[in-house]
């Protein structure tokens, strides 16, 4: 089953990887700091090596998006995202996993002080509700 882990944070200034940027991670000591690294690249490390990482990518400053909306028959433009929104989408990673549960331990292990993570099955090729 292929779930997508989406990595939403505000850090600022923009940057990857935002625990860098972000005010909640950097107020931790150095050492938790340093744990934390550490255990997210054995965990990148793992998926790689189980086969379960299918693709990972940071994005880009979210004031450099655009938005595309569809009103009266055609596409309107605006630079996006809004002001209003407090976090935007960082990155993502695309897991290939035996079920849910394992789609779950591993998101698990993406949350981190200032990020929300959020898990989603993929619908295709090999996603689809549990």
Same mark, same amino acid.
């Given at each position: 089953?292929?779930?997508?882990?989406?990595?939403?944070?505000?850090?600022?200034?923009?940057?990857?990887?935002?625990?860098?940027?972000?005010?909640?991670?950097?107020?931790? !000591? =150095?050492?938790?700091?340093?744990?934390?690294?550490?255990?997210? @690249?054995? +965990?990148? &490390?793992e998926l790689q090596r189980n086969g379960e990482l299918v693709i990972g990518e940071a994005l880009?400053? !979210? =004031?450099?998006?655009?938005?595309?909306?569809?009103?009266?028959? @055609?596409? +309107?433009? &605006?630079?996006?995202?809004?002001?209003?929104?407090?976090e935007h989408l960082a990155g993502f990673f695309m897991i290939d996993v035996a079920d849910r549960?394992?789609?779950?331990?591993?998101?698990?292990?993406?949350?981190?002080?200032?990020?929300?993570?959020?898990?989603?099955?993929?619908?295709?090729?090999?996603?689809?509700?549990?």
């Amino acid at each position: 089953m292929k779930y997508v882990i989406l990595i939403h944070s505000n850090p600022q200034p923009w940057g990857h990887p935002t625990g860098e940027y972000n005010s909640e991670f950097q107020a931790l !000591p =150095a050492a938790e700091r340093a744990r934390m690294d550490r255990e997210f @690249e054995e +965990l990148l &490390t793992e998926l790689q090596r189980n086969g379960e990482l299918v693709i990972g990518e940071a994005l880009g400053d !979210p =004031a450099t998006a655009t938005v595309y909306r569809w009103e009266s028959g @055609e596409a +309107l433009v &605006t630079d996006g995202p809004y002001s209003e929104v407090k976090e935007h989408l960082a990155g993502f990673f695309m897991i290939d996993v035996a079920d849910r549960e394992r789609a779950e331990q591993v998101a698990r292990r993406f949350a981190g002080p200032g990020d929300t993570i959020e898990l989603r099955p993929a619908m295709w090729p090999g996603g689809g509700d549990d």
